[in-house]
């Protein structure tokens, strides 16, 4: 996304556009991003066109609110720029251990992945994932994550089926080497999925409902 969206979509959001539709015309977009009212306009359209907004000319003055496209790019820009001023070569993951739903267990041993996961991370894993729920305030983090490339474990097809991408994030738990592990096509919830060459619930005396921090590495 180019600067001259980026800024524009700023403005609008501080308006309150991401959550409702905000009263605003041309001019007075202008004076907030600086320009004359014939280039704020131009703007606007641009913004339509790129769908990053949409419009609603029903009322007597435009209304504009912000798409979930438009919102998306601002997040980009807001997790470059926490890992510019915030984030060193880690961060730091707060939540719960939870119960899975047996799946991690599943996909985590098959041999397609197990040889992966141990040429590219360093370990076999235990067979099984550690669940984890994450805290509502580092929820924010786990894009940050996503933004990153991470390390990808390439899928395959065994027996007539297809196991998709994976993409794995090198992290610690208590100085124990792990990694987060994420389906590339899926958008995290607020729930991970951990691997470690240890049973950790084991290792590190873990129930259902204790508190773990993760330390994603960069």
């Known amino acids: ?9 700023r403005k609008l959001a501080l308006l309150g556009a991401i959550d409702d539709y905000v009263a605003i015309s041309s001019r007075e977009l202008g004076t907030a991003l600086e320009m004359s009212q014939q280039s704020a306009s131009k703007r606007i359209l641009e913004l339509l066109d790129e769908k990053y907004i949409v419009r609603d000319l029903g009322a007597r003055r435009q209304r504009i609110k912000i798409t979930p496209k438009g919102v998306e790019e601002l997040k980009k820009e ?10 060193s070569d880690q961060v730091t ?3 719960v251990v939870a119960s899975g739903m047996g799946e991690g267990h599943y996909y985590i041993c098959q041999e397609g992945y197990m040889k992966q996961f141990e040429s590219i991370l360093g370990f076999r894993p235990f067979e099984g994932t550690l669940n ?5 305030e580092d ?4 894009d940050v994550i996503r933004s990153t490339d991470g390390n990808l474990i390439s ?3 065994c027996d007539g089926r297809s196991f998709g991408d994976v993409i794995a994030y090198k992290a610690k738990i208590r100085n124990i080497d792990c990694a987060i592990v994420v389906p590339e096509r899926s958008h995290y919830v607020d729930t991970i999925e951990i691997i470690c060459q240890f049973h950790l619930r084991r290792t590190l005396g873990l129930n259902d409902g204790s508190k773990i921090e993760v330390k994603v590495n960069f």
């Open 1 to 9: 996304m180019g600067n001259k969206y980026s800024f524009a979509l």
């Open 78 to 87: 807001y997790n470059e720029y926490r890992r510019i001023f915030e984030l």
């Open 93 to 95: 993951i707060r939540g």
């Open 132 to 136: 984890m729920v994450v805290d509502p």
């Open 139 to 142: 929820a924010g983090k786990l």
């Open 155 to 157: 899928g395959f097809t």
